[in-house]
């Protein structure tokens, strides 16, 4: 059974930092597309940060809101992908989902197979 579990969320105040933590267990995900969304009170989960595996090197790609602010990095060794989010600003206040595929690839669309069950990211002003 595949399991992603997120960790690392809480409450932080503006221009601080938080480190997301997605431990996937039950497969290797070293070949595959992993991504974090997000989903705020109100709208529509969105892509937030994508990483993957490709014949040319690993790829990566970033909603433009968290471009220069936001890392994902992943651990192939320990089938983890973290997500650093630095000068957080209020509205990134959201309930933040790690994503896993099947394949290499990193759609921003909810293309995803396997998802985290969320973890919740408070940014006071």
């Known amino acids: 059974q595949v399991q992603l579990v997120e960790s690392g969320g809480g409450l932080v105040q503006a221009g601080e930092s938080l480190r997301l933590s997605c431990a996937a267990s039950g497969r290797s995900f070293s070949k595959s597309g992993m991504a974090w969304f997000r989903q705020a009170p109100g709208k529509e989960r969105e892509f937030v940060a994508g990483t993957s595996w490709t014949w040319t090197g690993t790829i990566t790609d970033y909603l433009d809101a968290v471009k220069g602010r936001f890392n994902i990095s992943r651990d192939d060794a320990k089938n983890t992908v973290d997500l650093q989010m630095n000068s957080l600003k209020p509205e990134d206040t959201a309930v933040y989902f790690c994503?896993?595929?099947?394949?290499?690839?990193?759609?921003?669309?909810?293309?995803?197979?396997?998802w985290g069950q969320g973890i919740q990211v408070t940014v006071s002003a």
């Open positions: 994503a896993g595929r099947l394949q290499s690839g990193i759609p921003r669309s909810e293309d995803y197979r396997w």
